[in-house]
């Protein structure tokens, strides 16, 4: 029976902090042991990615009591920010680290040198890694997200409710889509935020200002975290996902939107273009616009709210798209097949 030893933020499964990254470990977890891997869990509690003194202490303490040629898969938000605490073992245990966003520094470089192999969340995320990093090609891997099945959301005629499911930070972009909702609000719509409110609480803080000052308040939902039942009822709701990130690798609320023929409105920027993918036609399930950029954004939402034969484009492209998506059992074999790489290495 193979064993691996995998090593995760220490709020993976906390409801009040759901995440893509915490999602994709745990299904990740879930779908090696269904391969038949034992499955040995180590979470590890801490600030990461930026790690205090008993952060590495604790990271360093599980790694020095795992055997000698264990198999061990590090979530890259803690591993790549310490290589000082993997390089005495890089030698000794067979280390594959699973990168999720990209750090882009000298000690992401240190860390990933001490890996045994590398595992990214997209295949945006390697050919990055690739870009910016000594690697051999053959040590870095791609193990996309999977998606799972998900009944078609029936959509109402004027389009007017849309959806965005993301933390509420600077970086997934939420002031860039309040300025765009300003911009037109002579248009019927609503407008439901799905996500954490506490990672950057000032920032929710002055948006609730400006939604306030703006007269939007009553048209935009901030719902906070929502999970499974409740999650899935929010996406069977929705008319259109927007998504204004400034940067993101992949984005796994688009697959979960298009697994319920939703279409997209997104940033054109990282995995996102790959992420929406096309039709089996070629025709894209959704909108791309420059991140950051509230004009265009606006100028994006007012073509969706006014041009009925827009939105049926779209949502017929996204159906056709919903139909080429892959599950999770691609990534775990995926991932397993890192694993068994690394191990025969």
């Known amino acids: 029976m193979t064993v691996v030893h995998v090593v995760l933020p220490g709020d993976i499964d906390d409801p009040a902090s759901p995440s893509g990254g915490n999602g994709y470990d745990r299904r990740a977890c879930q779908g090696l042991a269904a391969l038949g891997w034992t499955v040995r869990e180590h979470p590890v509690p801490g600030g990461w990615p930026h790690p205090g003194a008993a952060d590495r202490a604790a990271l360093a303490g599980v790694l020095a009591a795992l055997p000698d040629g264990a198999a061990v898969l590090l979530d890259g938000l803690a591993a790549s920010t310490v290589p000082e605490v993997l390089a005495p073992h890089a030698r000794r245990l067979r280390l594959v680290v699973l990168v999720h966003l990209p750090l882009e520094d000298d000690v992401e470089a240190r860390a990933l040198a001490a890996a045994t192999a590398v595992v990214t969340t997209s295949e945006w995320t390697r050919r990055r890694l690739l870009d910016r990093y000594p690697l051999a090609a053959d040590r ?41 909702l300003g911009r037109v609000a002579d248009l019927p719509w609503t407008c439901e935020w799905v996500g954490p409110l506490t990672r950057d609480p000032d920032f929710v803080a002055r948006l609730r200002r400006r939604l306030a000052d703006t007269g939007l308040a009553d048209r935009v939902r901030l719902a906070g975290p929502l999970t499974g039942d ?57 909108l791309l616009v420059p991140p950051a950029d509230p004009a265009a954004l606006a100028g994006a939402l007012r073509r969706w709210l006014t041009d009925p034969d827009l939105r049926d484009r779209l949502r017929r492209a996204a159906r056709q798209r919903r139909d080429t998506l892959t599950g999770w059992p691609v990534t775990a074999h995926r991932l397993a097949a890192a694993l068994k790489e690394a191990t025969a290495a």
């Not at 193990?143 to 007017?160: E, F, I, K, Q, T």
């Not at 009822?233 to 940067?247: G, I, K, N, Q």
């Not at 993101?248 to 273009?273: I, Q």
């Open 230 to 286: 409740d999650l899935a009822a929010a996406y069977a709701a929705a008319d259109l996902l927007v998504l204004p990130s400034r940067r993101e690798t992949y984005g796994m609320v688009v697959t979960e939107a298009l697994a319920r023929g939703v279409p997209v409105l997104a940033s054109d920027t990282g995995g996102l273009p790959g992420t929406l993918g096309r039709s089996p036609d070629g025709e894209r399930p959704g």
């Open 140 to 180: 870095v891997a791609a193990a996309p997200p999977g998606v799972d099945p998900a009944p078609l959301a029936p959509g109402s005629p004027a389009g007017a409710r849309l959806l965005c499911v993301a933390a509420v930070t600077p970086l997934k972009g939420h002031d860039v889509l309040a300025a765009a």
